[in-house]
């Protein structure tokens, strides 16, 4: 019982999400009850008829009792369907408020919750968790009521009928809707079991696709058939001992509720027998105790469904209320901050962890000035390129811009005062025009064609088969990691903001690619304060000034001569890289 | 030819509601349909089992009935209860048999659905493997995998819970109404014309939705893709101030897909009324007529008694369909899917000729491979990825390729393994045309060096053992110490047998490709494609790849694929690749001297670094 409620726990707020339309919902439910308890008046009232009939009341003194059958059925029959109609809509419009709630919340909880979590993962999961709640509500919580409604109207018909009838199928009941219970003590674990199997069958089959070339190169097929039969051998198998358990249940309960209407059958005999019970009554004890149990079988299917929904709703509900990292202020803008960005003395640590990954930092960037942020990876460059941008705020110290802190910016202010250049560069499946114009969206075909100019995308965009209207991430525009920086780029140059952070690629482009990328960055950096992450010595000399991070403090600062000339660390981090005529500092 | 997009699939998002069956509505494919039926051949013994299985139980609801109808006309006659006891017992009896059978059934068909996916599944994979890479990479990424999958395991629901329950209960009504007929040639009629209409009604609604249902298949896959993509690219939007006028998007598309949805809830709902209202008045007709006709003495009461408990069994099937429909509908989603990958043609198509390695002599100075004017468009109306292009690589020799990205560079290795087949043009390797080489042959002949090498879930040994099936230990560890990759294995706990993870991410990028590199060694192939990894490998393991890669070239005929101008200094020859045309052809210190693509792109490197 203890699980039950756990599960009930899980399942109550959704609900909740049928919000405004909640009056609608419960409407839908009552409808529901009538068609059920209509259902079962219908067929009580015709066994009755029959028995009546046989019993040799006359055709003629039956007649408006035929007419109330005639309109008992069509009305059950009305209810159910405008039920199934009623819960359709409330479902269907729940799921499009829940589905703009999602977004908002997204956006609310911004880069720095989802930084931390696999963004591409959650938004599958969350969109098919969301189609899988209208199931809860228009296909598995209908049964769940009908088979708590529909025993129990049954049982007191008959208890109309003859109350000894009732006291005979009780236990008969109780054993039906506790088979899911004793029978199914393994479901969890048998469903575990099957699920993680059909996971392993999964990931070897997106293996063996994903890694089409390799098998077909290496002329492997055979190979990569027996992995599969061998996976699908185990998900066979871990779904027979379900479906074995499963079928125990349904023949099980089949079983029991036929000897619960073959028990009313023999004791309602006896009874008639004995005159204790009218025969004309005898044959709607029979026929309800026979076809309305029924519903009751639904519990076994439903089981296994709970679980798996209730699984779905926990993950919308993690989204739903996982607190945001940042609060905005909406205090109004502050008139023209000069682009002077200054951290003083920040230290951070990541919400997921305890270990400081910035500790006590304090650099200026002035007005129009490009400082490199250098150091090995995990030093803590890209921490304070979204510091910055504010994903998150500082443990200790600020972060200020003209000498006003982030914190004291509404953000709509902020993001026009710093956009950013990533090495991890997303494109939305929309024109590429229209992926470049994504932070002015305003701007003029001739105006992103310029952005695109300058940041030396121009001429690989025209070469796509659509030109500026190439839908990004179609087939035709499979674009390298190269070309996609300069998309963002372009991006950047269009958003125009004072302040730029540049997130250099840390991978080997191509030649092409990283000279190209290279003129695009100093058009950004032309006139704008502007901080680069940077991995390559070529990118490093043409900054005016550079920063070296190491283990979240700054252990070195100055100018590449300055620097270059000394032992200090830079001096010894490039050393390497500067011997063997290489670009890339490890 | 992977693609590098991280859009998802909509396919494997779009789960439409499951009330309102839709996919079937925009389906070409019908709900009983041949070519489907034919996905689970083979199994058409064990199918025919179940449906006289089923059929079986369905006859013993029937006779529960009909023991019922006569235990209660015993009782109405004033029989004593003892003469009631034996068809108690026999109803007992039928009880027995019935559970007996439902188990069987249950689990025989769980079985069966599983063979037939299973098959499904090795034949949807070995037609993969035969449309190859280059038909893979031209599909929607993720809708294979979504098709293997799920799609398989659709087709499966459709077996084990469509199939025979259609059969059996076409079989039940056909039964119940025969009897009904015996007892009442009126009941029988009226009956059987009501649960026809009954039964029609869910099977022909959707006709009816025709244009709510196209609103529907934009709508929601547009919503599907919006949506992911506006949570994915979310931290984007945030920073280029954009979500709100994403959001607007949204909640247009998201409206869009309300609409249809509502629409489809008003049209089904009014369509299923009059059918669902049939089903109740075959109930209440058959009592009625039934008790009129016992007034007259045209029938007895046992036989009303009959009547009253058999109509129920006729409506029974009619619902249990109606449930089983809606995995029908999602199998027949699933089945466009599969028969489109079944019904596609394989481009490369076996040859008969075989090469042996010893075809290949270093010393004797033929052709190892040969492009001759070789042209390929991607999609016919495309611009051509190769133009005219003529390449050769003498036995032993060792030539790169340069070239801007998308200059065609990975598409010869893809022509040259048959991934692709060219629109004109010949490719020769070993002196012979590829087309007349039995596929495995030529894989056999030229290994890859792919810039991005897949490694699959599993061990270090499972994934050398890819390039040799049979190799023992000793030469593995000697391929992984010439691919400079003993070191590798040396640092994780199991050696050989150490987990690389899935996609082998537990290796960084640059001992995957030294793990690639140990692979060609153990394959042994006469020729090589070398596609330079551009991907993130620092320094040091820099220099140690190009000393591997050297040691594997000795004595093999190598095409390099360069995107680097640093490394292909020491090749024989240099082929210059642009627009899917050959520009030029020489050494370094020949392409160096003279003015040209090369030089202009070695002059712009230059620039750059100082």
Redesign the interface.
């Known amino acids: 019982m203890k699980r039950v409620r756990e599960l009930g726990g899980r399942l109550a707020p959704i609900v909740a999400i049928t919000g405004p339309y909640r009056p609608m919902f419960y409407a839908s439910m009552a409808v529901g009850m009538a068609a059920q308890l209509l259902q079962i008046a219908t067929a009580g009232l015709g066994a009755w008829l029959v028995g009546a009939a046989i019993s040799g009341t006359a055709l003629s003194s039956l007649t408006p009792w035929l007419f109330a059958l005639v309109i008992v059925a069509m009305l059950g029959q009305a209810c159910s369907v405008t039920e199934s109609w009623m819960v359709h809509a409330v479902s269907w419009r729940s799921l499009h408020d829940l589905r703009l709630t999602l977004h908002d919340r997204f956006d609310e909880l911004g880069p720095g919750y989802l930084l931390e979590r696999r963004s591409g993962d959650i938004a599958r999961v969350v969109l098919a968790d969301v189609n899988e709640i209208e199931n809860y509500t228009s296909h598995v919580l209908p049964p769940l009521l009908t088979a708590v409604v529909v025993p129990i109207g049954a049982t007191a018909a008959i208890a109309v009928i003859q109350p000894v009838l009732a006291v005979v199928l009780l236990p008969f009941l109780v054993a039906v809707a506790t088979v899911p219970f004793w029978l199914g003590r393994h479901a969890e674990e048998q469903g575990r079991r099957a699920r993680t199997t059909a996971g392993a069958l999964g990931a070897v089959v997106i293996d063996a696709v994903q890694g089409l070339r390799e098998i077909v190169a290496f002329t492997a097929r055979d190979r990569a058939l027996r992995d599969i039969a061998r996976a699908q051998d185990a998900t066979v198998a871990a779904n027979l001992d379900h479906a074995r358990r499963l079928a125990a249940e349904r023949t099980v309960t089949g079983a029991l509720l036929s000897t619960g209407m073959l028990a009313t059958l023999a004791v309602g005999a006896l009874l008639v027998t004995r005159g204790a019970l009218d025969p004309a009554r005898f044959p709607a004890a029979v026929v309800i105790a026979g076809a309305a149990f029924a519903p009751l079988v639904a519990l076994t299917f439903v089981g296994g469904e709970l679980q798996r929904i209730a699984a779905c709703a926990d993950r919308v509900w993690t989204i739903l209320r996982a607190t945001p990292p940042v609060r905005f202020t909406a205090a109004p803008e502050h008139p023209r901050p000069q682009p002077v960005v200054a951290f003083d003395n920040v230290t951070f640590a990541y919400p997921s962890s305890d270990r400081s990954v910035l500790d006590g930092i304090s650099f200026t960037v002035r007005p129009g000035e490009t400082v490199a942020l250098v150091g090995r990876s995990g030093a803590g460059k890209s921490t304070c390129a979204h510091l910055l941008q504010r994903f998150w705020d500082p443990a200790h110290g600020s972060i200020s811009i003209g000498g006003i802190p982030l914190a004291a910016f509404p953000e709509q202010q902020l993001r026009r005062l710093v956009s950013s250049v990533p090495q991890d560069v997303y494109l939305f499946n929309t024109s590429i025009a229209a992926n470049i114009a994504i932070g002015k969206p305003d701007a003029t075909r001739d105006e992103i064609r310029v952005a695109a100019r300058l940041a030396n995308a121009e001429a690989f965009i025209d070469a796509l088969p659509d030109g500026f209207d190439t839908i990004a991430g179609e087939r035709a525009a499979t674009l390298s990691g190269g070309q996609r920086q300069r998309l963002a780029i372009a991006r950047a140059l269009l958003r125009d903001t004072p302040i730029v952070v540049f997130d250099e690629a840390v991978s080997n482009l191509d030649t092409e690619s990283e000279a190209a990328i290279r003129r695009g960055l100093a058009a950004v950096a032309a006139g704008r304060t502007t901080i680069v992450i940077a991995h390559r010595l070529s990118t490093i000399r043409r900054a005016d000034r550079i920063v070296m991070l190491d283990a979240g403090r700054v252990v070195d600062t100055g100018t590449y001569d300055e620097l270059i000339s000394g032992d200090g660390p830079f001096a010894r981090l490039v050393q390497p890289t500067l011997q063997h005529e290489s670009d890339v500092i490890p | 030819?992977?693609?590098?997009?991280?859009?998802?699939d909509d396919a494997?998002?779009v789960?439409p509601?499951?009330?309102?069956t839709l996919r079937t509505g925009a389906s070409r494919i019908r709900l009983v349909d041949r070519r489907v039926l034919a996905l689970g051949r083979g199994e058409g013994a064990v199918i025919a089992g179940l449906t006289a299985i089923g059929s079986m139980v369905s006859a013993l609801f029937v006779a529960?009935g009909v023991l019922?109808a006569r235990?209660?006309a015993?009782?109405?006659d004033g029989?004593?209860?003892a003469a009631?006891v034996p068809w108690?017992g026999a109803?007992?009896a039928v009880?027995a048999v019935?559970?007996?059978l439902?188990?069987t059934?249950?689990?025989r068909s769980?079985?069966a659905a599983?063979?037939v996916?299973?098959r499904l599944?090795?034949r949807l994979?070995?037609q993969?493997?035969d449309l190859?890479?280059g038909w893979?990479g031209?599909q929607r990424s993720g809708a294979?995998?979504t098709t293997?999958?799920d799609g398989v395991?659709q087709i499966e629901s459709y077996f084990r819970l469509f199939v025979a329950q259609l059969i059996v209960s076409l079989l039940t009504v056909a039964g119940v109404v025969a009897a009904l007929l015996v007892i009442d040639p009126l009941i029988g009629v009226v009956v059987g014309v009501l649960v026809v209409v009954a039964a029609a009604g869910p099977a022909i609604s959707w006709r009816f939705l025709g244009t709510g249902l196209r609103h529907w298949w934009t709508a929601a896959p547009a919503?599907?893709?919006?949506?992911?993509?506006?949570?994915?690219?979310?931290?984007?939007?945030?920073?280029?101030?954009?979500?709100a006028?994403r959001?607007e998007d949204?909640?247009a598309r998201?409206?869009d897909?309300?609409d249809a949805?509502?629409a489809l809830?008003?049209v089904e709902?009014a369509w299923?009324?009059p059918f669902?209202?049939a089903?109740?008045?075959a109930?209440?007709s058959a009592?009625?007529i039934?008790?009129?006709r016992?007034?007259a003495g045209a029938i007895s009461?046992t036989s009303?008694?009959l009547?009253?408990?058999l109509v129920?069994e006729a409506l029974r099937p009619v619902a249990e369909t109606k449930r089983a429909l809606h995995f029908a509908m999602q199998g027949m989603g699933a089945a466009e899917g599969v028969l489109e990958i079944l019904d596609a043609e394989p481009a490369a198509r076996e040859g008969e000729l075989t090469l042996s390695h010893g075809t290949f002599g270093v010393s004797d100075g033929r052709t190892a491979l040969a492009l001759d004017g070789v042209t390929l468009r991607y999609r016919p109306g495309?611009?051509p990825a190769l133009d005219r292009c003529s390449i050769e690589v003498g036995a032993g020799e060792r030539v790169a390729l340069v070239g801007?990205?998308?200059a065609g560079k990975t598409t010869v290795a893809s022509v040259l393994?048959r991934?692709f087949v060219p629109q004109s043009g010949s490719v020769r390797v070993g002196g012979i045309d590829v087309a007349q080489l039995e596929?495995?042959s030529l894989?056999?002949s030229?290994g890859?060096v792919?810039q991005d090498?897949?490694?699959?879930?599993g061990t270090i040994a499972d994934n050398l053992r890819?390039?040799r099936?049979d190799a023992s230990e000793a030469e593995m560890l000697t391929a992984l110490e010439q691919a400079a990759a003993l070191e590798i294995i040396a640092r994780l706990p199991d050696g050989l047998a150490s987990d690389v993870g899935?996609?082998g991410n537990r290796l960084s990028?640059g001992e995957r490709q030294r793990i690639a590199i140990a692979?060609a060694f153990l394959?042994d192939a006469p020729i090589l494609v070398l596609d330079e990894?551009?991907?993130?490998?620092?320094?040091?393991s820099?220099?140690t790849i190009q000393a591997a890669l050297d040691r594997l070239s000795v004595g093999r005929s190598v095409l390099m694929i360069a995107?680097?101008?640093s490394t292909v200094r020491h090749a024989d020859r240099i082929v210059v690749l642009d627009n899917g045309h050959v520009l030029d052809i020489g050494t370094h210190d020949d392409l160096a001297s003279r003015p040209g693509r090369y030089r202009q792109?070695l002059d712009?490197?230059q620039a750059?670094?100082s």
């Open positions: 030819m992977r693609t590098r997009t991280r859009r998802i494997a998002l789960q509601g499951r009330g309102l529960q019922v235990t209660l015993l009782v109405f029989a004593e209860f009631v108690l109803i007992v009880l019935r559970s007996a439902v188990w059934y249950q689990t769980a079985a599983g063979r996916a299973g599944r090795s994979y070995r993969v493997t190859g890479p893979a031209g294979l995998q293997l999958v395991e919503l599907s893709a919006e949506f992911v993509d506006s949570m994915q690219g979310a931290s984007t939007l945030k920073i280029f101030g954009a979500s006028l959001g949204l909640k998201s409206a897909v309300l949805n509502m809830n008003r709902h299923l009324q669902s209202l089903g109740a008045a109930g209440v009592i009625w039934g008790i009129a016992l007034d009461s009303l008694l009547v009253l408990l129920g495309d611009e801007p990205s998308g393994l991934f596929l495995d894989r056999h030229v890859l792919p090498a897949y490694l699959f879930t890819l390039a099936p899935e996609r990028g692979r394959t990894a551009t991907s993130s490998v620092d320094v040091e820099e220099r995107h680097r101008l792109l712009a490197d750059d670094r």
